[in-house]
């Protein structure tokens, strides 16, 4: 993989030799997660303080549970997983179809599965199984042509759309996102990141400004004509996609989305056009967070907080119970901890001993850091509330256990190439 290995030999991974480290049970990647999850244990209790079922104990064992089950899955080498992993995929979109025929509609989405014991949310799973199947994938072949692109799309393409209609559309993005990112990863032409990220525009501008759309078109058959060798080819299917995307985003947004979702996209930009409908969470969560000062008003001291002026803040809004109560200096830390999260993870698939195992660790990183991008974003009234959950740090104990899994591999990726270099 070109962009790993200069990677590596920048940073002088390929010569260099370590010590091997065995104290993965108190290893960063594994601490940082846990720590996360006590402090979103305490401010879920603050949160649901008043209530007589509160979800902050079953938050923190179940960090505790996934804390235990990554350190395990640390020492299981994922080439003994590799024949599996085609099957966990179907295994996936089994679960995803389920969805619709017997799943369970919470706020107007229909996303979990009732297991008796405890509800299911396959669209968590189903990020790390599409990370899993995309790395073996494109390790398999180096895409150099357009047919290349055709298996990791149609590959990705198949859970996107039935977690788009459930409708999940926060998911949805972060399957898009990841899915680019391992496509650079594995050396594919920046343009043609460029050309499919854009259909992001493309749709935009069709539902806003149409007319620009004469100038914006040629813009994409350009970036084709330059990246390829077969120039007109490539350059008359990149315009076509983007013409076809184009037509089908008023479908996708008229049919694929709820009223609600419609209005969140667009009250973002100034939530007092409805201040006790789609703007409310924006408005209340920024002034929990502006109420906590620099210092907060302390833990399970949060006014707001213990009010519950913020509808379901437990889950996606539990930044805002954290910048009230921790105020400036506990959000800057939580940041920091994060930052370094993702900072090993990208330290680890730059020094992953394989393709695979370095799309598997770029892929995860780049959904951690996607979802806390847009999550801190949406709590702070930068960017439209999509429902995507804050890392470690929202409630849900599919989403959390898929987390601690995926950090398991990543330590099992790190532990063997270390092991390497010795």
């Given at each position: 993989m070109v962009r790993r290995i200069s990677l590596l030999n920048k940073r002088g991974f390929l010569s260099k030799k370590g010590n091997f480290s065995r104290g993965f049970l108190f290893s960063p990647l594994l601490l940082i997660p846990l720590f996360l999850v006590i402090i979103s244990g305490l401010l879920i209790k603050s949160v649901q303080g008043n209530l007589i079922v509160s979800n902050y104990l079953s938050h923190i064992l179940t960090g505790f549970l996934g804390y235990f089950l990554a350190f395990f899955i640390s020492y299981v080498p994922l080439e003994r997983i590799k024949k599996y992993l085609v099957p966990f995929y179907l295994f996936t979109l089994i679960s995803l179809l389920l969805i619709y025929f017997f799943g369970i509609t919470v706020s107007g989405a229909q996303r979990w599965l009732n297991l008796g014991i405890f509800s299911f949310q396959p669209s968590e799973v189903a990020k790390l199984s599409t990370v899993l199947t995309l790395a073996l994938v494109l390790d398999r072949k180096l895409i150099s042509t357009a047919r290349d692109l055709v298996l990791p799309l149609l590959l990705v393409a198949v859970p996107w759309l039935l977690i788009f209609f459930q409708p999940d559309l926060g998911t949805s993005l972060v399957l898009l996102v990841l899915t680019g990112v391992m496509l650079y990863w594995s050396q594919m032409p920046i343009e043609w990141i460029l050309i499919l990220v854009f259909c992001i525009v493309t749709s935009i501008l069709y539902l806003t400004l149409p007319n620009i759309l004469i100038?914006?078109?040629?813009?994409?058959?350009?970036?084709?004509?330059?990246?390829?060798?077969?120039?007109?080819?490539?350059?008359?299917?990149?315009?076509?996609?983007?013409?076809?995307?184009?037509?089908?985003?008023?479908?996708?947004?008229?049919?694929?989305?709820?009223?609600?979702?419609?209005?969140?996209?667009?009250?973002?930009?100034?939530?007092?056009?409805?201040?006790?409908?789609?703007?409310?969470?924006?408005?209340?969560?920024?002034?929990?967070?502006?109420?906590?000062?620099?210092?907060?008003?302390?833990?399970?001291?949060?006014?707001?907080?213990?009010?519950?002026?913020?509808?379901?803040?437990?889950?996606?809004?539990?930044?805002?119970?954290?910048?009230?109560?921790?105020?400036?200096?506990?959000?800057?830390?939580?940041?920091?901890?994060?930052?370094?999260?993702?900072?090993?993870?990208?330290?680890?698939?730059?020094?992953?001993?394989?393709?695979?195992?370095?799309?598997?660790?770029?892929?995860?990183?780049?959904?951690?850091?996607?979802?806390?991008?847009?999550?801190?974003?949406?709590?702070?009234?930068?960017?439209?509330?999509?429902?995507?959950?804050?890392?470690?740090?929202?409630?849900?104990?599919?989403?959390?256990?898929?987390?601690?899994?995926?950090?398991?591999?990543?330590?099992?990726?790190?532990?063997?190439?270390r092991s390497l270099r010795n």
């Open positions: 100038f914006w078109i040629p813009v994409i058959g350009y970036l084709a004509y330059r990246s390829s060798k077969k120039k007109i080819i490539f350059s008359t299917l990149a315009i076509s996609f983007h013409l076809l995307v184009a037509k089908l985003t008023p479908i996708l947004w008229e049919y694929g989305l709820k009223e609600y979702q419609k209005d969140r996209l667009v009250l973002f930009l100034d939530p007092n056009r409805d201040p006790l409908g789609g703007g409310y969470h924006l408005i209340q969560s920024q002034i929990a967070i502006g109420s906590g000062g620099l210092f907060g008003t302390g833990l399970l001291r949060g006014k707001l907080t213990n009010l519950q002026f913020i509808p379901e803040q437990h889950t996606d809004f539990i930044f805002s119970a954290l910048g009230e109560e921790l105020g400036f200096v506990g959000c800057i830390i939580v940041l920091f901890l994060f930052f370094f999260l993702i900072k090993n993870l990208i330290n680890t698939a730059i020094i992953a001993r394989t393709s695979f195992e370095s799309l598997i660790v770029i892929g995860i990183a780049s959904t951690f850091l996607f979802q806390i991008i847009i999550n801190l974003f949406m709590t702070i009234g930068l960017g439209p509330v999509t429902g995507i959950p804050l890392p470690f740090m929202s409630y849900g104990r599919t989403s959390l256990v898929t987390n601690f899994i995926s950090i398991g591999f990543v330590l099992s990726i790190l532990k063997r190439s």
